[in-house]
DNA sequence: AAAAAAG
């Protein structure tokens, strides 16, 4: 990563007349999210002269907002750590508020009556302008885990497309169905006075699915879904891409890595290539490895780039623990006697697994000691991945145990416990961690600011080790509990994680 | 020695 890539904001170039240039401030000061609204420092952030003139209420340039506005969203809100962003010739203003988005009053309803928004979090408030603004050009953004990455194109695809066309304009394609799903119903839910409709393409199981070549043409203006069955409507017609104007992927580091989708999303990327000459890519999510981070740098050469350093992405507000267990038996016990006990009455809990053998099997001896939890994989029918997530969203399970298919993404407010039943490691190199998958784990908890735990249960000599080696790589001390049968050690943990 | 998607 170029550190000094933060500067280049001098050129100016043509806006459109309504709108106000200001500087892009790369956030350069270190802070925990929930500290926002007891920082002394946003307030005193140096003012640019050309927003004082739009408004003197408005301070863009620091976080102050308007005192009427209604603030509680903010208080909830993390904040992005040393978000990069490297703008080449343009210049963004970043957006304050969400009118300063020139959002369309239907989205902006859907924003404040159903979202309950009030305020862009900070990527929001920097990358939407970037995603807005022509030349509308493309976009690799990182940021934390929960910090409302989902929001940024979500609306982008609802203000790029028009309505009165009825034919497929955005396109947005993510790693499972589940996060298809969520991601839909956000869209649903945000451009509910739009009069936008939306299609989801993935997988559904057999007995329900209806022959493709029975079925027309997708007119619907955006489609969100998973690589496979997006190919397939593409292939045979029913989905066209003559008329895309923006394509987003979703954890776009896993999408387009070589053990992730990558051949699938270059074949999607070009062939929508072939068929439009200008359709705007976004590429998100909260990690981006050195590997992958160089590829998509060539992918998308002359788009903006947002990193964050890796040393800060892992989150402060979710407390991080290990625990010693001297067996299998030790992990089972810990999860049966401490995690249900002390915290299922604190909120909802996910615990991963590396196989969706070592699912079932946890699964079993939960329910055998009369425990009550559900669990999700990749080999469970469809429809019943649909109702356990909806149960679990709906609040009626507490404790859910899955494999990765969670780990990434996967957004439920109430979840403030993680439990890592082993640590996640590299397909090629099991003796080496996949971070990545680590920091998207533990960011199931803590959502939008929120406060969490994540306990990592370590047995043998080789998860102490993989366990050393995240250390490591984040940096962060990860507080050790010795004994697992001490329930005061586990209560001290939640209390110090600020869950009782 | 994997997960997911999809075939």
């Avoid at 999860?335 to 946890?362: C, M, N, P």
């Avoid at 000691?369 to 109702?387: F, L, V």
């Amino acid at each position: 990563m170029a550190d000094d890539a933060n500067s280049s904001t001098d050129t100016i170039i043509e806006k459109p007349s309504e709108e106000k240039p200001t500087e892009v401030k790369p956030a350069e000061v270190k802070r925990a999210w929930a500290d926002e609204v007891d920082d002394p420092d946003e307030e005193e952030q140096p003012t640019s002269s050309t927003s004082a003139e739009k408004d003197p209420e408005l301070n863009i340039g620091s976080l102050k907002i308007d005192e009427n506005k209604n603030t509680e969203k903010f208080l909830d809100e993390p904040e992005e750590g040393n978000i990069k962003a490297v703008t080449g010739d343009t210049l963004y203003s970043t957006a304050v508020t969400f009118e300063d988005l020139n959002l369309s009053e239907e989205i902006l309803k859907g924003l404040y009556v159903d979202m309950k928004f009030t305020r862009p979090s900070k990527i929001q408030s920097v990358s939407l302008p970037m995603i807005l603004t022509p030349p509308y050009k493309d976009l690799i953004a990182q940021a934390h885990n929960g910090s409302g990455k989902t929001t940024c194109f979500v609306l982008g695809m609802l203000s790029r497309v028009d309505v009165k066309l009825r034919a497929p304009q955005a396109l947005c394609i993510c790693p499972t169905r589940e996060l298809a799903i969520q991601n839909i119903e956000v869209l649903n839910k945000m451009g509910k006075y739009t009069g936008i409709t939306s299609f989801c393409a993935i997988p559904v199981d057999r007995a329900r699915d209806i022959p493709i070549n029975k079925r027309s043409p997708i007119t619907d203006q955006i489609v969100v879904g998973t690589p496979g069955t997006i190919k397939k409507w593409m292939s045979v017609k029913k989905l066209s891409v003559d008329d895309m104007k923006i394509l987003v992927f979703d954890e776009a580091d896993h999408m387009l890595a070589e053990d992730g989708f990558k051949d699938d999303s270059l074949r999607i990327m070009k062939d929508i290539e072939k068929s439009t000459p200008h359709c705007q890519v976004l590429l998100f999510s909260a990690t981006f490895n050195e590997t992958v981070k160089n590829f998509v740098s060539r992918v998308v050469k002359d788009g903006n780039q947002m990193f964050v350093r890796k040393e800060e992405l892992s989150l402060d507000v979710v407390k991080q623990y290990k625990v010693n267990c001297p067996d299998e038996y030790a992990k089972i016990h810990v999860i049966k006697d401490k995690i249900f006990e002390l915290g299922e009455k604190l909120g909802q809990s996910i615990i991963f697994v590396h196989t969706r053998r070592s699912a079932d099997v946890l699964h079993k001896a939960l329910s055998d000691y009369g425990w009550q939890c559900t669990s999700i994989h990749g080999a469970i029918e469809k429809d019943h991945r649909d109702k356990i997530v909806k149960e679990f969203k709906d609040g009626l399970t507490q404790v859910l145990i899955s494999t990765d298919l969670l780990a990434r993404g996967f957004d439920q407010s109430q979840v403030n416990v993680v439990v890592n039943y082993d640590l996640p490691v590299k397909y090629e190199y099991q003796s080496e961690p996949d971070y990545e998958v680590y920091l998207h784990r533990c960011g199931r908890a803590g959502r939008f600011g929120r406060k969490g735990a994540v306990f990592n249960l370590l047995c043998t000599q080789k998860e102490h080790m993989l366990m050393g080696k995240i250390e490591n790589h984040f940096q962060n001390n990860i507080v050790e509990i010795s004994d697992w049968q001490n329930n005061n050690e586990f209560e001290s943990a939640l209390k110090a994680a600020g869950l009782i």
